[in-house]
């Protein structure tokens, strides 16, 4: 189960412990990332909470490719050395 406020954008804003930034956002196929800082992994979870979607990311940016999840919000855990950051994704 993922808390409303991890998605609201705002309370996760706040508490990045790096910048990261996921476009475009309605995404149809493929979500491009990159962040200030090399990230660790990039996990996609749907509302349950259940990881739908995981990858090891060494570098900077990269790219997801979320054509073969279902239309509707999913919550990006992005994983560095700084910490951790949620970032709400919507999958047209």
Do not use: C, H, W
């Not at 990332?33 to 990858?55: C, M, P, S, Y």
């Amino acid at each position: 189960y993922l808390d409303d406020d991890l998605l609201t954008g705002t309370s996760v804003a706040e508490q990045a412990p790096f910048s990261f930034t996921a476009m475009p956002n309605p995404v149809k196929d493929i979500l491009r990332f990159e962040a200030d800082q090399a990230i660790g992994a990039v996990t996609v979870l749907d509302l349950q909470g259940k990881v739908v979607l995981q990858r090891t990311v060494p570098t900077l940016s990269g790219t997801l490719d979320l054509s073969g999840l279902a239309t509707g919000v999913y919550a990006l855990r992005v994983s560095g050395r700084a910490g951790n950051t949620v970032v709400r994704v919507v999958k047209e």
